[in-house]
């Protein structure tokens, strides 16, 4: 399928929902805490972004699995790689935790998610939260027309092994912002000038998911979301939709400039 080009009426109305989602992530921040659940994050997010005039693009989701997603953010705590479901886990300190959200506005999609300490956490987890941010930024500067998409992945996997970590090659970013999930697909791992070229217009999301241990997932039975490493190490991972301006583009979702 052809990528679509939006127009400026629809950049400017998925910019509002980019920037309620940097806002909400931003809001959630307080409440980051030992003895905090992922439920009660989930509740807290709900009310801000009902408070702004949102929905949650998540929640009733139904992907390609039988059950339909019951959060309104994911909540992705320490050996789970994305898509956890908020339930009664209450945060440790020490552990270090993924929430992704993606509000609709105006019938606009957004879509960030960053990485919280809960308390104090040891160098390995923050070693791989600094490299899995850097992975991020180095993907955004392959971000301009003309480029290939298969740059970013080469240019994220690339720094990732070289500082001793794996790319998760299961899940990948995507086009968004008139629907949730659009194309093309933005893999994390690609060889160099592979993939279409970039033109303005385009918006899709960057969202490396970088592991200390192997690059495979499993994904638990119990709620058919939930995908965690294969061998129980820790994974990390931020994310931005991006627009491809004339001149080189626009994270959308970078409001604070946090990462």
Request: aromatic share 8%; net charge negative; charged share 25%.
């Amino acid at each position: 399928m052809a990528i679509k080009i939006k127009n400026e009426k629809q950049i400017e109305g998925i910019r509002k929902s980019s920037q309620l989602a940097a806002a909400c992530l931003k809001h959630l921040e307080q409440f980051v805490k030992p003895g905090v659940t992922t439920k009660e994050l989930d509740t807290i997010a709900l009310e801000f972004m009902k408070e702004h005039g949102a929905t949650s693009a998540t929640f009733g989701y139904k992907g390609h699995g039988p059950i339909p997603f019951s959060g309104h953010i994911c909540t992705s705590v320490n050996d789970v790689i994305c898509h956890g479901v908020p339930n009664e886990y209450e945060l440790k300190d020490g552990d270090i935790l993924n929430v992704d959200v993606t509000p609709i506005l105006d019938g606009y999609f957004g879509d960030t998610c960053r990485m919280y300490e809960v308390g104090n956490v040891s160098q390995e987890s923050k070693d791989l939260i600094e490299v899995t941010r850097e992975c991020l930024q180095l993907g955004i500067k392959e971000c301009y027309p003309g480029n290939r998409f298969g740059n970013i992945g080469y240019a994220i996997s690339e720094y990732a092994e070289s500082k001793g970590y794996s790319v998760v090659y299961e899940f990948c970013g995507h086009g968004v912002g008139l629907q949730f999930h659009e194309d093309p697909e933005v893999s994390h791992i690609a060889r160099k000038n592979t993939g279409k070229r970039m033109r303005p217009g385009m918006i899709f999301t960057i969202e490396p998911m970088i592991n200390t241990g192997k690059a495979r997932m499993k994904v638990d039975k119990s709620d058919g979301w939930t995908a965690r490493t294969i061998d129980g190490g820790l994974s990390a991972q931020f994310e931005h939709t991006i627009l491809i301006t004339e001149d080189g583009c626009e994270a959308l979702t970078d409001v604070y400039g946090d990462f």
